[in-house]
């Protein structure tokens, strides 16, 4: 029966890789001035135990020290609603949050400057995580 198996999984596997790659398809061609570029989108939880820990003040402090000099041509900040799962109790938290989205320059350190932002974050603010979403995109300004 393990010998079926493995020559099922041996014919499946490769259709199914095949099946996933025609699906994604090939990255769409970007029009007329735009360019493609890797996008980042960084999740900031701000509370701190079960209250607000990160006031606007000491975000707008994190942001001004931290994020901005890492990239400093640009990013935009929305203020957010967010909700995970807590890996310990197994309840749902929910908290504000910020949603930063950053185009990033192409640079070979784009990942270092990201996880330093990220580290400083869970150091200064007392963080399990923070969220990190990058997706390749169009863009033009």
Do not use: N
């Amino acid at each position: 029966m393990r010998i079926v198996r493995v020559l099922v999984l041996a014919a499946v596997l490769p259709c199914a890789v095949a099946a996933s790659a025609a699906a994604q398809g090939p990255a769409s061609a970007c029009h007329g001035a735009q360019q493609r570029r890797e996008v980042a989108e960084l999740l900031f939880g701000r509370d701190i135990g079960r209250r607000l820990g990160v006031s606007e003040t000491a975000w707008q402090r994190f942001l001004a020290r931290e994020i901005t000099p890492r990239f400093p041509d640009g990013l935009t900040v929305t203020d957010a609603f967010g909700q995970w799962r807590d890996p310990d109790s197994r309840r749902i938290v929910r908290e504000p949050s910020k949603r930063v989205e950053i185009v990033l320059p192409g640079k070979p350190d784009d990942g270092a400057r990201l996880d330093a932002i990220m580290s400083a974050y869970k150091r200064q603010f007392r963080q399990r995580s923070v969220g990190l979403i990058l997706q390749s995109a169009c863009v033009s300004f």
